[in-house]
């Protein structure tokens, strides 16, 4: 599997899919579609098999703007905007933005946000 393969737009989901990307979009605002992320205005579904997962773990643990556009099939400034716009959480070494793939995954949807469970479990011993 390649990067390329991680995360798909919804035209190139709905053809391997065999649908409309009208019908896929329907899905995905339902929730019926699993993979589905709306990430600034736009859908995107990530590709959730373990193979994938896989590829992921090959990924470094800091991420540049650029690595995430090729992986969300954006432009770097989209991925920037989005970043100061705090729909994909970034943080700043020097002049540049680095992005925790751990943090990215949470925001696709592969991995569980513990933070409820943190915040639940924090508000029962208070």
């Not at 599997?1 to 409309?20: C, F, H, N, R």
């Not at 579609?33 to 590709?47: A, D, E, F, L």
């Not at 696709?108 to 639940?120: A, H, I, Q, V």
């Amino acid at each position: 599997m390649k990067k390329s393969d991680l995360v798909q737009t919804l035209p190139e989901a709905a053809e391997y899919l065999g649908i409309s990307p009208f019908t896929l979009k329907k899905r995905c605002l339902a929730n019926k579609q699993p993979g589905c992320v709306k990430i600034g205005g736009r859908w995107r579904v990530v590709n959730q098999a373990p193979a994938a997962l896989g590829v992921w773990e090959g990924l470094p643990e800091k991420l540049k703007p650029r690595e995430i556009g090729e992986l969300l099939k954006l432009t770097k400034n989209t991925v920037n905007a989005l970043i100061r716009a705090g729909q994909i959480p970034a943080h700043r070494k020097g002049r540049n933005w680095r992005i925790n793939k751990p943090e990215l995954m949470k925001v696709l949807g592969l991995l569980p946000d513990n933070s409820k469970l943190f915040s639940e479990s924090r508000l029962e011993f208070l």
